[in-house]
């Protein structure tokens, strides 16, 4: 463990995220002037048929108007969990139209499948998985915004994309601080839209990224003050979303809240929790926020059931998941497992409001495929990042227990 003279302060660490961030109500007005100071005119649009439906796609293009900016092109036709044959297809139109510039307008998926569009054109090749792994990029990036439509993966402010290889059947991770997004531009009218059960699963991997960053080895003084912003955040706001999804101040804040934990984990990193859950995803295409909200609560409970150090860690965030008066009044030795049962109410609420799962079973796993899981839980990039070590059958338990 890294830590110094006091809890939570390291002998010695790294923080670094270069993204210009553009919140507020009418931030979207604010593109044109961005792409100009970035040196382009000719951006390509990359996003979904759920965004486009959803006529987020025509904010962005209307911002536009009377601008130099002119629309290259815009590819809907990005699948739910970016593939390579997606991003390869992408880049072709991007070549063809002479653009010079990306927009991802989207969630998760599109922002990675953007990410993995902007090396194959800067790195002008044909074979995206060539650049799979770490630090493998070496040329400079082309002018990329994000403009995030749900609140929940952070991409908009990471160096990381998960990009698949369905001729493989493999998820490829692809990190390095060149696919830093430029700007990325948070307007409430881009969340608005966004069905309950979707805004609940995308908080929840916020929460997640915030709670894991938070207990991580590779904490830190100023990850951990974005990681507690954060989850403040989600706790004041997460059910409003929900319930009153057309409140823009409520979607701006849950906005600022993912960005916030996406920081925080960009620099110190998910641990157990992401492992469990891009295995849960990977094998059995349970949506990335839904595994999340499901396994948060056991996983913590498996850190403090090993961990002394890491249960007073996850009982600290209690502060964050409750009020001062209720935090000040509990036990000292009983924050950890109070912190757990404030996520576990937060989930019950949440599945009452919309029905969001809250066990793997509702979720459509089935027994006889958790082996499978935990296998790919313990291969997992995500696992070098737990704060306590842990084995197949330790992760066959905690994937026992969320069933
Ligand atoms: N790069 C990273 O740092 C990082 C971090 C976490 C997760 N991820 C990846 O992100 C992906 C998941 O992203 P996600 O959870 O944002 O979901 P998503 O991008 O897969 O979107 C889910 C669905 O919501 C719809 N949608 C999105 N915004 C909407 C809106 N405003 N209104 C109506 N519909 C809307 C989309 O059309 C899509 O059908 C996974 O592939 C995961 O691996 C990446
Ligand atoms: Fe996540």
Redesign the pocket.
């Known amino acids: 463990m890294n830590t110094g003279t006091k809890e939570g302060l390291p002998k010695y660490y790294e923080f670094f995220n270069s993204v210009k961030i553009i919140s507020g109500s009418k931030a979207l007005e604010s593109m044109s002037y961005e792409l100009e100071l970035l040196g382009a005119k000719m951006p390509i649009i990359i996003t979904?048929?759920?965004?486009t439906?959803?006529g987020?796609v025509d904010h962005v293009i209307n911002s536009f108007g009377g601008t130099q900016v002119k629309i290259g092109a815009v590819y809907d036709d990005t699948p739910?969990?970016?593939s390579n044959i997606a991003v390869n297809e992408i880049a072709s139109i991007y070549r063809q139209q002479g653009c010079d510039s990306i927009i991802a307008v989207?969630?998760?998926?599109?922002?990675?499948s953007a990410?993995g569009v902007n090396i194959v054109i800067s790195e002008e090749t044909d074979d995206l998985m060539k650049f799979a792994g770490n630090n493998r990029l070496t040329k400079p990036m082309k002018p990329f915004i994000v403009i995030?439509?749900?609140a929940?993966?952070?991409?908009e402010v990471?160096m990381?994309?998960?990009i698949a290889n369905p001729a493989k059947n493999l998820?490829m991770q692809f990190t390095s601080p060149l696919m830093l997004p430029k700007v990325a531009v948070l307007d409430p009218v881009?969340?608005?839209?966004?069905?309950p059960k979707?805004t609940a699963?995308?908080a929840m991997?916020a929460l997640t990224?915030a709670v894991e960053a938070y207990i991580g080895p590779q904490k830190n003084p100023v990850s951990d003050a974005f990681a507690f912003s954060a989850i403040e955040m989600i706790y004041e706001n997460i059910e409003s979303a929900v319930k009153s999804g057309s409140d823009k101040d409520v979607r701006l804040a849950m906005a600022n809240a993912a960005l916030l934990a996406?920081v925080a984990?960009?620099n110190s990193m998910c641990g157990l929790i992401?492992a469990l859950a891009?295995a849960t995803?990977g094998q059995c295409h349970v949506?990335?926020?839904v595994a999340n909200s499901i396994l948060l609560p056991y996983g913590l409970e498996f850190y403090i059931r090993k961990s002394p150090e890491t249960a007073k860690r996850i009982g600290k965030l209690l502060r964050f998941l409750t009020t001062p008066e209720d935090y000040a009044k509990g036990p000292v030795d009983e924050r950890s497992k109070n912190t757990v049962a404030a996520i576990r109410g937060m989930t019950g609420n949440l599945n009452k409001l919309c029905g969001i799962p809250l066990s793997l079973s509702q979720a459509g796993v089935t027994r006889n495929e958790l082996a499978a899981i935990a296998q790919a839980t313990i291969n997992d990039g995500a696992i070098s990042f737990s704060p306590v070590e842990v084995s197949y059958h330790e992760a066959l338990e905690v994937l026992n227990q969320a069933f």
């Open positions: 979904d048929k759920g965004v439906k959803a987020l739910v969990d970016s989207g969630g998760g998926s599109v922002i990675d990410k995030p439509t749900t929940g993966t952070g991409s990471t990381a994309a998960v998820k881009m969340t608005v839209s966004m069905p979707i699963a995308t991997d990224h996406g984990f960009a992401h891009h995803g949506p990335h926020g």
